[in-house]
């Protein structure tokens, strides 16, 4: 076996790791907790991120686990759910891992919401636009003075 697939391999089991049923109960109890406490009561699109959020913070202190299993866990956790809820919500789970990777590189610093702007590239960037609703402005003063 060549050392590429050797190497693919151990990361899969590095995933799939068997988690006791108590750390899946307990996380699944703390989801529902969760859920309930937002104003909805139910999962919905508008809370899905803040509740992710929520019960990724209570993952990560599970040192044992590695990060991809970590992220593997939550997944499980939020099906478990879905597949339990009396009123299932439209939600689609294909976005959570895209949703987690996506908090977690904001929480490790690696995205930046807020950009800092320099004043330098702002006005480079607005001023044509200035300068253009500037004109206009004139041209239309002319034409109403041509009016009179």
Do not use: H, W
Not at 90 to 114: H, M, R
Request: glycine share 2%; with cysteine; aromatic share 6%.
């Amino acid at each position: 076996m060549s050392e590429e697939k050797n190497v693919e391999l151990e990361s899969v089991k590095e995933v799939y790791v068997e988690v006791d049923q108590k750390t899946l109960d307990y996380l699944y109890l703390d989801l529902k907790y969760l859920i309930e406490e937002t104003d909805d009561k139910e999962l919905t699109a508008i809370n899905f991120a803040m509740v992710c959020i929520s019960l990724m913070q209570t993952v990560s202190e599970l040192k044992e686990y590695t990060g991809k299993q970590k992220k593997k866990l939550v997944m499980d956790v939020f099906k478990r759910y879905i597949a339990d809820d009396s009123n299932p919500s439209n939600l689609s789970l294909e976005l959570l891992p895209g949703l987690i990777d996506a908090l977690i590189q904001i929480d490790n610093g690696d995205v930046s919401i807020k950009t800092e702007i320099e004043p330098e590239k702002c006005m480079a960037r607005c001023l044509p636009f200035l300068c253009a609703v500037a004109s206009a402005e004139a041209d239309k003063r002319r034409q109403r003075r041509r009016k009179k």
